[in-house]
């Protein structure tokens, strides 16, 4: 048996939901966290149609990586397509959850499917968050050190980038005495000891600093454990929107534009004046990705692959990139499989699918 709770703790471990823009309502929208699931339907977007494929499969979740209520929701009448949908899944007993900018925040997320599916490689985050970050400071005593380190690194602390097990120690001399009702590790209640002890120090995501937390506490033998956590400034390699990455094969633009069309299966591709240049270097951002224009231009990008350009912001390349926009749903169709792939790998005999009944509501004639 399979909880709701087990499904969206899996998929907010991979893309947290404080990472979500301020504008989001990522999360789950209708259901018991409680509930047992019976299969999983992913789609882009959740529609009427979307939940009585569900009901057909005799499925309760539909996974979506648009949010069904984003503006808020005053009443539930009918009147508006989302209260309709709101209804229909509560009539029917279908959970609703959404992974929508908090997937677009993490590498291994909507833009790198998009990148993998051109095949980009050396991939980064062109727009890197700050303050996702906190440092872990704790005082252990030597014999223990090795065992507190590994639990904090399995509660998913030390990950710089790509590697793992990142820490630094240094050894000194912590000093304590236990009052009345005590019982130190380490020398008596009411007397001054002096412990060799390591400053062991690593950095934490802020979305699992509980978690490590609880880790390093179990695992450290002192009743009272000494330990700091410090805000940082950093930028976060792995989180942030959009990715830039280079071509293992560099192209002309109008090969590329063929390309494109190939992989997005998409029939028309809206694009900015071509420039003669050797596409190189591609920045991508999965669905309105104008707001990340300037921050591609900056990074060197020969063409910004995105969707939902207006006619204005065509002209914000500037004769310095090629903006190719795609389309919204084009751009991020590849999140369907996106979501798929990663509920089979963690739960590898559940039933999951992709939808058969949901389309690009944007007609191309
Ligand atoms: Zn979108």
Redesign the pocket.
């Known amino acids: 048996m399979i909880t709701l709770r087990e499904i969206t703790g899996y998929l907010e471990g991979l893309a947290p939901l404080s990472l979500q823009e301020s504008y989001d309502n990522s999360g789950l929208q209708v259901g018991e966290p409680g509930q047992e699931v019976s299969g999983v339907l992913v789609v ?1 977007d959740v529609s009427e149609e979307v939940l009585l494929e569900a009901e057909r499969l005799g499925f309760n979740l539909v996974v979506s ?2 949010p069904v209520i984003f503006g808020g929701l005053k009443s539930i009448t009918g009147r508006s397509t989302p209260e309709r949908i709101v209804k229909l899944a509560i009539q029917k007993e279908i959970a609703i959850y959404s992974g ?1 900018t908090n997937f677009d925040s993490v590498s291994g997320g909507v833009n790198t499917a998009l990148a993998n599916r051109l095949g980009l490689v050396d991939q980064k985050i062109l727009d890197p968050v700050s303050s996702s970050l906190k440092k872990l400071v704790v005082f252990v005593p030597l014999a223990q050190l090795e065992q507190v380190r590994q639990a904090i690194f399995e509660a998913g602390a030390g990950e710089i980038g790509i590697y793992d097990s990142c820490s630094f120690s240094l050894e000194g001399t912590g000093t304590f005495r236990g009052g009345e009702g005590s019982n130190p590790f380490a020398g008596k209640a009411g007397v001054f000891h002096q412990e060799a002890e390591a400053r062991l120090e690593t950095i934490v995501p802020a979305n699992l600093v509980n978690r490590v937390v609880r880790a390093m506490t179990a695992a450290h033998p002192y009743e009272e454990v000494a330990y700091d956590i410090y805000p940082l400034e950093n930028t976060d390699p792995q989180r942030g929107m959009g990715l830039i990455g280079k071509l293992e094969h560099p192209m002309d633009e109008e090969v590329f534009l063929s390309f494109l069309k190939d992989r997005f299966h998409t029939g028309v591709i809206r694009h900015s004046v071509l420039l003669g240049n050797e596409v190189k270097q591609v920045a991508v951002c ?3 990705g104008s707001f990340l224009l300037a921050k591609a231009k900056a990074a060197g990008a020969d063409v910004f692959v995105t ?1 939902d350009m207006k006619y204005h912001q065509f002209f914000e390349a500037e004769g310095k990139i090629v903006v190719m926009d795609i389309g ?1 749903f084009e751009s ?1 169709q590849f999140t369907r499989e996106l979501f798929y792939d990663l509920l089979i790998k963690k739960f590898p005999k559940f039933a999951v699918r992709l939808s058969e009944t949901e389309q690009n509501p944007i007609k191309y004639f």
Do not use: K, S, V
């Open positions: 882009l990586h648009h929508h999965g669905g309105a969707g919204h991020e």
